[in-house]
């Protein structure tokens, strides 16, 4: 298993996580509840930029 990701997808994630913060910002005001216990649609986008938080740190070049 490769240790970093290439230029290229640490550019593609750092778009991902920057229209995912935007839809974030946007589920405030409008949030969704969702079913099966999962909470709300801003909790789930929540987690989703904590995850590529993690992983843009430790692949970003200094």
């Known amino acids: 298993m490769r240790q970093k990701l290439n230029k290229q997808e640490v550019k593609t994630l ?3 996580y920057r229209r ?3 839809i ?3 589920l405030e005001e409008n949030d ?3 079913h099966y216990g999962n909470g709300t649609a801003s909790v ?3 987690c989703a930029l904590a995850s ?3 992983i843009l740190q430790e692949n970003r070049e200094d």
Request: aromatic share 6%; proline share 0%.
């Open 14 to 16: 750092e778009s991902l």
């Open 20 to 22: 995912l913060c935007a």
């Open 24 to 26: 974030y910002d946007h």
């Open 32 to 34: 969704v509840e969702l």
């Open 44 to 46: 789930q986008v929540s």
């Open 52 to 54: 590529l938080e993690c």
